[in-house]
């Protein structure tokens, strides 16, 4: 299964998840860093200005990463829960990202 993820190397719930679906031998990852260029920080932007599922995540000062897309076209903030594998511990990563630094990314 091929899994397009969006994050950044700088978002501690990014690392984990990366991490592994990398570990994970029948999943293709593409990881979009928005960081290390433009088109893929528009690209993530896109997405994130037009899908309605990032409206709280806005209202609550976050950004919106990581951000998956299935290989059926689905998105979802939890691929893990998706294709049914197991994910990370929520209460293990710290959640850095947003303005006050206590919220997800």
Known sequence: MKIIMYGAPICPDCVTAKELLTK???????????????P????????????????????????????????D?????????EIGISGPDASLVANA????GKGNC
């Open 73 to 81: 076209g689905r998105k979802t903030f939890d691929a893990f829960k």
């Open 40 to 71: 893929l920080l528009k690209e993530f932007l896109y997405y994130r200005d037009n899908e309605a599922m990032f409206d709280p995540l806005k209202k609550g000062d976050k950004v919106g990463i990581p951000f998956f897309i299935l290989e």
């Open 97 to 100: 990202c947003s303005i006050d």
């Open 24 to 38: 994970q031998t029948d999943i293709e990852l593409d990881y979009r860093d928005i960081t290390a260029s433009i």
